[in-house]
């Protein structure tokens, strides 16, 4: 849990911390990123990574992040936690999400079934510096760009909306009630009256129409949709559809004494799981039972991670749900700060989940098991899909980016004021442009350095040094 005074400062405490601060961190001090000659190779980091997950996965995660200096960075959240580590920090603390890249933030259906926009991706969550969630966000939009060709000052235009957003949201949060700040979100209906807003102001009307689409699309990605999709009947009994290697049956996986080992070891898993939900959920999960089990591949940077995916059924066949159970390891954070108070990794997931997000998954839990192969795995457990949508940023124009941008500053900010001193961090920020400029400078200089460590890995696969598996 973040450790914080906030509670028990005054507003006037609160900003004169934040104040303070620029003082001995000044705003254009994160400008800079120096050269370290005792900096990791990233090579060597990927090597460290890989030696805790499922060999015959490792090179698709590394082939999947040769494909671009964009999926490199995806997949190189430890490699940036150790370049921030370097970096100024004011001491004010919050829960980081650890992973704040552009495509960690979507669409997905609140239990209420509104259509939300918020972070969604917590393997690395710790409570952390705010500003290298912030940094992380910044390079991102940076790195995309490049990516689809815009010019310097195009993207320095997107950082700036989005650094921008983040501050001018943390000041409102700052004036904002505590309960207020906890109901805040952003749902779909508000972007699509952005994005509307933004075509009057010029932004092509066609892209805004396919945004739209995006939106309405993923109402339709439910659970029961992602089972039509991944699953069939055969012989009135459902299972999943095989897919090697991003999904692999149990029953084609594994030889038979091994499979019905595994198979005992996820149901127990799903079993123990059960008792991290509330009461509620736990007689709801009950009215399902085990129909199927797979292992499925997943992401860029979790990629070898263990992730199976649980095929229950209901009332009948045509009542499906789909959970999927993903090993989760010590952050990447937990180098470079603090360990995590949670004993189990699976839990510090969760628990950094519904702090910073506004809305989370009803089927959200985790639970420690050795059944799985033997050794002690944590797992989080939630459903597959659940309205998931994202916005394709490899099409955007550079305006685009820009309000993209903006939608995903205001989040992280809404996500850092639930559980940080937002009074203290919105002093700091302060009504000036001086701390997005900065991050310009920073997510410029980041860029060259992480399109380095994407050419780092060309020539290890090259040189056979590591392997990569690409096209999956």
Known sequence: MVRTEAARLAPEESAALGRHARVTVPRSSHAGLSADPDRPDPVTLLESQAKTRVPELVPIRHGRMMSS???????????????????????????????????????????????????????????????????????????????????????????????????????????MGTLDVW????????????????????????????????????????????????????????????????????????????????????????????????PDRRVLLDRYRLADMARKVVGVGSVGTRCWIILLVGRDVDDPLIL??????????????????????????????????????????????????????DFYVRQLRDGKGSFDTGQMVPAGLAVYGRFCGWTLARAHARSGDRIAIAAYLGSSDVFDRALVEFAEAYADRNERDHDALLCAVKDGRLQGESGI
């Open 183 to 278: 109901y805040a979100k952003l749902e779909a209906e508000q972007i699509v009256q952005r994005l509307r807003a933004a075509a009057a102001k010029g932004v092509d009307k066609r892209r805004v129409r396919r945004r739209e689409h995006d939106i309405a699309k993923a109402a339709t990605r439910t659970n029961l949709q992602a089972a039509s999709k991944l699953s069939r009947l055969v012989d009135g009994r459902p299972e999943f559809v095989p897919q090697p290697p991003v999904v692999e049956r149990l029953v084609d996986l594994l030889p038979q004494d091994q499979r019905h080992r595994l198979e005992s070891g996820i149901a127990d898993l799903v079993s123990g799981y059960a008792r991290s939900l509330a």
């Open 69 to 175: 200096p964009f999926a490199f960075f995806r997949g190189a959240a430890l490699g940036m936690a150790a370049d921030l580590a370097g970096t100024p920090v004011t001491g004010i603390t919050v829960q980081a999400c650890g992973d704040a890249h552009l495509l960690n933030f979507g669409l997905y259906a609140s239990p209420e079934r509104r259509l939300v926009f918020d972070v969604n991706d917590f393997d690395e969550t710790l409570p952390g510096p705010w500003e290298w969630d912030v940094k992380r966000l910044a390079a991102s939009i940076v790195i995309a760009g490049r990516d689809r060709g815009f010019s310097t000052a195009e993207r320095s235009r997107a950082v700036l909306d989005t650094v921008g957003q983040y501050r001018l949201a943390m000041r409102e949060f700052a004036a």
């Open 324 to 377: 999927q159970a993903k090993e989760a390891q010590p952050s990447v954070l937990e180098r470079f700060q603090s360990r995590s108070e949670h004993g189990n990794a699976g839990q510090r997931v969760v628990v950094g989940q519904r702090l910073m997000q506004a809305a989370s998954d009803i089927f959200l839990g985790w639970h420690r098991t050795t059944g799985i192969d033997g050794k002690r795995r």
